[in-house]
């Protein structure tokens, strides 16, 4: 019964502690910053970012990523907004600097036709596989010809005897 009572004492000094403990921190908080001075400049980076892929995550867009090389990548596109340039000029500056990896959606042109166009090439060539594939099947089924009654108990005596043919 004490220990009920010691457990239960434990238990309200934790909670307690951590509703002072959120208190102190929400007295400490400050007001959310806005994310720049420039929110027309904010909104052509973002609207830029999302067609960039980043560099280091690869499968995020330039926008999410979290990465140090991101933000770097996004403090170079908001220093050429602020140059004047337009989106299409820091598109091709970045893919000049990292390559067609760069664009979420690369230009279609001959050195990107295999991104573009690959996957659709490598189904085409699995259904054309496939077909030839069950062509070549239904005519060996087609050529063989089922057996006569004579063969038909030559296999049942040799599967009761366990023999090999």
């Not at 926008?63 to 090389?69: F, G, I, M, Q, V």
């Not at 279609?108 to 030839?132: D, E, I, N, R, Y």
Request: with cysteine; proline share 4%.
């Amino acid at each position: 019964m004490i220990t009920n009572i010691l457990g239960i004492k434990r238990l309200m000094q934790g909670v307690l502690f951590l509703l002072a403990a959120a208190a102190v921190a929400t007295a400490q908080s400050k007001e959310a910053e806005p994310s720049a001075k420039e929110p027309l400049i904010e909104q052509r980076l973002i609207h830029i970012s999302e067609e960039l892929r980043c560099l280091v995550c690869q499968n995020e867009s330039l926008a999410s990523s979290r990465a140090e090389l991101a933000n770097d990548l996004r403090e170079e596109v908001r220093l050429l907004i602020r140059q004047d340039k337009s989106d299409a000029a820091i598109k091709a500056y970045l893919v000049e600097r990292y390559g067609d990896f760069v664009l979420y959606r690369p230009e279609v042109k001959p050195l990107t036709w295999l991104l573009w166009f690959g996957p659709f090439a490598l189904l085409l060539c699995g259904l054309v596989g496939m077909a030839l594939y069950v062509r070549q099947r239904q005519a060996v089924q087609k050529l063989a010809k089922p057996l006569s009654e004579k063969e038909r108990d030559q296999v049942r005596v040799l599967l009761k005897n366990g023999e090999s043919p």
